[in-house]
T-cell receptor, first 108, second 113 residues
C-alpha cells in the first residue's frame, strides 16, 4: 500500500521562499505528483517527478529523492495568489493516492 | 472545448433521498475518477473507471454506485443519502495512462440534511 505524509499548514511572507515537504512509503514507485488547489476550486497539476533531482518551472521547483522516499515543492518569490493547498500524490496501479495536503497562507 | 464538467454544482438532499452526479469530458480520456474531499481528509477516491464499460472501487466506495456506459460520461449515484455523505465531490480524468496529469471538474457541493 501507499502512505503519504505532509505538514497540515504553513505560513510565509510575500516575497519569501517556502519549502513544502512530502514523505511517502510505497510498494512500488512510479513517480510523484504535486497539485495546487485554491480554496473553493478544483486541484490543478503542478509537476510530476520520476527521477531524482530538482526540476524547475518558473517560480516553482519540485525535488525528488527516491532512496529517501522524499519530495519537496519549492516556491520562490511568494505572491499572495500562492495562498492555496498543495497536494502531493503517488500512483498506485490505475489511480493516484493523495496526501491530505498542506495549506499555505502567504501574508503581506 | 469544455474540458471536464460536473452537474449539478450544488445540491441539498434529505436523508434517504437519492441522486446522480454527472461528470462529462470532451477530452477523449480513458480514465475517469470520482473523489470526495472533506476538511482535513484530502482527496479520497470513491470509484474509478479505466475505460468505457468498466468500473472499480476506490478507497471509500460504500454508499455509492457508478456507471460508465459512454466513454465521455461517468455517473456517481447515491441510492439513500446519509449526512456522512455531505462533502465536495470532484470528478477527474486522465488520458491513456494513470501516470498522466489528472484534469479535474469544478466540483459538486452536496449537503445531506
Amino acid at each position: 500500500g501507499q502512505n503519504i505524509d505532509q505538514p497540515t499548514e504553513m505560513t510565509a511572507t510575500e516575497g519569501a521562499i517556502v519549502q513544502i515537504n512530502c514523505t511517502y512509503q510505497t510498494s512500488g514507485f512510479n513517480g510523484l505528483f504535486w497539485y495546487q488547489q485554491h480554496a473553493g476550486e478544483a486541484p490543478t497539476f503542478l509537476s510530476y517527478n520520476v527521477l531524482d533531482g530538482l526540476e524547475e518551472k518558473g517560480r516553482f521547483s519540485s525535488f525528488l529523492s527516491r532512496s529517501k522516499g522524499y519530495s519537496y515543492l519549492l516556491l520562490k518569490e511568494l505572491q499572495m495568489k500562492d495562498s492555496a493547498s498543495y497536494l502531493c500524490a503517488v500512483p498506485d496501479t490505475d489511480k493516484l493516492i493523495f496526501g491530505t495536503g498542506t495549506r499555505l497562507q502567504v501574508f503581506p | 472545448n469544455a474540458g471536464v464538467t460536473q452537474t449539478p454544482k450544488f445540491r441539498v438532499l434529505k436523508t434517504g433521498q437519492s441522486m446522480t452526479l454527472l461528470c462529462a469530458q470532451d477530452m477523449n480520456h480513458e480514465y475517469m475518477y470520482w473523489y470526495r474531499q472533506d476538511p482535513g481528509m484530502g482527496l479520497r477516491l470513491i470509484h474509478y473507471s479505466v475505460g468505457e464499460g468498466t468500473t472499480a472501487k476506490g478507497e471509500v466506495p460504500d454508499g455509492y454506485n457508478v456507471s460508465r456506459l459512454k466513454k465521455q460520461n461517468f455517473l456517481l449515484g447515491l441510492e439513500s443519502a446519509a449526512p456522512s455523505q455531505t462533502s465536495v465531490y470532484f470528478c477527474a480524468t486522465t488520458g491513456t495512462s494513470p501516470l498522466n496529469e489528472q484534469f479535474f471538474g469544478p466540483g459538486t457541493r452536496l449537503t445531506v440534511l
